[in-house]
């Protein structure tokens, strides 16, 4: 049994990764604001699901709040953290920058203190694939430069891999920096692309499809992504101890136990064609409004998974058309709707992809 600290526990990702530790016998403290950057009761709901094991600790805060966070792991010590709450969103990054400079960076400043502190066997902090910005480089590795980000959410999820760098050198915190590669699935976040083109098609409503289509997206299925995490959680880095396989450049830093790695397939799926499976798995059409791109997205993410695959034998392997069926499924039973019943509605839906 292991004693987790989880930030963002009532998030999308969080709550997955706790419910899984959870089943396995571990202690689990989630810690969470419950902002309202998407309807809380969705987090709430996530939540009441996790307080039904004996094993959870749930505090409300803001990571900003380092008198909080100090208090809510000071009976339970923590020997690994994962850090996944965030202020999420390339959009809305545009809208309110102030949001992601005081979550992405004070907030995770004040993890790395308390990780500074309690000195967890593993500090595990989640980044995006956002960070490889324009990179022209396909696919991303862990190692390329990602020194032009196109958003300010990728410029602070950057900024804080180069925090937990410092800190890692500094007091010798074995840390990993996950970079994820948009995450689908139930229990997902309403902004995203998937629950936006769900709900719209079953109300008959058009959505909007930026970059007139011609996008392509490195989807990674929750539970997939969740057991990625949960490998990589025993796959401590050592300082100079680098991975040596053929094909495969590690990039674990020469003067700290720190590591990033993407977690992803590798496999990428054009939006035309996520939104041909959205139409099957709903049983309806789209209605389509085509626009030209928006300001901070990038037309293909594709990740290299070799670091991956080489530290826990493992890559995410679900098919968008299982993992999509299976978000169908669970919206319509959280909405208890069924396309053949869906009310039709007017407004077009901007989506996260």
Partial sequence: MTQFLITGSAGFIGFHLARRLLAEGHQVVGYDALTDYYDPALKRERNVILQAFPGYHFIEAPLEDRDALMRAVEKRPPEVIVHLA?????????????????????????????ARMFRPKHLLMASTSSVYGANEKIPFGETDRADFPMSLYAATKKGMEAMAHAYAHLFAIPSTMFRFFTVYGPWGRPDMALFKFTSAILAGRPIDVYGNGRMARDFTYVEDLVEAIVRLIGAVPVQGMRIVEKGVIDSLSPIAPYRTVNIAGGRPVELMEFIRIVETCVGKPARLNMLPMQPGDVPLTRADPSLLRALTDYVPNTGVAE???????????????????????????????
């Fill in 86 to 114: 965030a202020q999420a969103g390339v959009r809305y990054s545009i809208e309110e920058p102030e949001t992601y400079v005081s979550s992405n960076l004070t907030g995770s400043w004040a993890v790395l203190e308390l």
């Fill in 323 to 353: 993992g999509v069926a299976a978000f169908v499924d669970w919206y319509c039973a959280y909405n208890d709707v069924f396309a053949a019943d869906a009310q039709s509605a007017a407004a077009p839906l901007v989506a996260t992809i």
